[in-house]
């Protein structure tokens, strides 16, 4: 029976490091395996071993600094650029805290249009401040530039009659999400293609540095089985993106992934006489990254002083369109107008806590 014992125990180990499935053996029950292997201090570690550990022990960040970074460049010119640095408290998803400061800069020519807003969130109020804001046509958002604003968002959605996904259901689906992109790793064996690079500091932390560079056919199952589409066209994924270069930190103690880097290649095109796109010579680059920093680490989020409550979607629709919302408004109750404004404004709301809350769901 020792025997039999030492060969399971044994024959486990080894196919965690050679990512290799046993038969009889569930992936969950093996994972259990690379998370103990992980967790054995000054041995060897593959990559499935570390993001095993990683995926498991990153949902207990309750806390954390993290600054988000995109930019897109074409020929080594800058295009876009945008920033957000913000502080989470999800200890009490009922409640969850969030300071968010976000940036955003387009160049165009010798200019540029830029966008600066500062966002604090304490349960379902919305408090923002607009520091720098480009023109939207049909929208003048001058008025509210300068000051502080405060709007309850469940009152606000219950008004046109929409409501966002809860925090607790956003961490879920995300979690969900990043267990079946493990296990897309797992079933294609790309565990095996996932390069080991020299350990690094992030935010002084010392840190694993895992790299993985995904092929177009390779995107296109992971997109069909990430979206469960099935009619995501391989060519025309081929056609746009070049290459896609993943790049990941996991930290050597704590084993939260306190990095991670995007960087993928489109392809340009131009338009002929006719309006028929032809490839160009140049592509573009775009890259995403975030980094966390004071990981459950005490932070403070307090309300702004002097904000001014608006009570509804309508209230501020009026700040930025007053010319063409007060009528339908009066005669008709909710507007349609007034309804698409409050769901955009709940759609960006919610998509910067996917956004934030995504570390802590791995």
């Not at 039999?4 to 009889?24: E, Q, R, W």
């Not at 309750?62 to 020929?75: A, C, K, N, P, W």
């Not at 919305?126 to 720098?132: A, G, M, S």
């Not at 095996?192 to 993985?212: C, M, N, P, T, Y």
């Amino acid at each position: 029976m020792i025997l039999i014992l030492f060969l399971a125990s044994t024959s486990l180990v080894a196919a965690s490091y050679l990512s290799f499935k046993l038969p009889l053996v569930s992936k969950s029950f093996q994972r259990k395996v690379d998370y103990f292997v992980a967790s054995v201090p000054g041995i060897p570690k593959t990559p499935k071993q570390i993001l095993a550990k990683a995926l498991e022990d990153s949902q207990n960040i309750q806390t954390s600094t993290e600054d988000f970074d995109l930019s897109v460049r074409s020929g080594g010119d800058l295009l876009i650029a945008m920033r957000i640095k913000s502080k989470i408290d999800t200890r009490d998803l009922s409640n969850v805290l969030l300071q968010a400061d976000v940036q955003g800069e387009i160049f165009q020519g010798r200019g540029s249009v830029k966008l600066t807003v500062s966002i604090i969130e304490i349960g379902d109020d919305l408090y923002f401040k607009l520091e720098q804001t480009p023109s939207i046509p049909g929208y003048d958002l001058s008025g509210l530039v300068g000051g502080w604003y405060k709007i309850n968002l469940t009152e606000a959605g219950s008004s046109i009659g929409a409501s966002g996904l809860d925090d607790e259901k956003i961490r879920s689906d995300v979690s969900e999400k990043l267990e079946e992109t493990f296990d897309f790793l797992d079933e294609n064996e790309l565990f095996k293609e996932i390069r080991k690079l020299s350990d690094e500091k992030v935010a002084g932390r010392s840190s694993f540095h895992l790299q993985l560079v995904v092929d177009s056919g390779t995107l296109t199952k992971f997109l069909r089985e990430l979206t469960s589409e099935s009619q995501i066209d391989e060519a025309e994924v081929a056609d746009t993106f070049e290459k896609v270069k993943f790049d990941m930190w996991v930290d050597k103690k704590a084993f939260f992934i306190n990095k991670l880097e995007i960087i993928t290649n489109l392809k340009g095109y131009a338009a002929t006489s006719n309006l028929k796109l032809i490839p160009k010579t140049e592509s573009f680059e775009a890259k995403l990254s975030y980094t966390l920093s004071d990981i459950n680490k005490p932070i403070k989020i307090q309300p702004p002083k002097d904000a001014q409550e608006l009570k509804s979607f309508f209230e501020l629709l009026l700040k930025v369109q007053p010319s063409t919302s007060a009528l339908q408004e009066s005669v008709l109750g909710v507007s349609t107008v007034t309804s698409k404004f409050g769901s955009n404004i709940l759609f960006y709301e919610r998509l910067l806590h996917v956004v934030t809350l995504f570390p802590g769901s791995i």
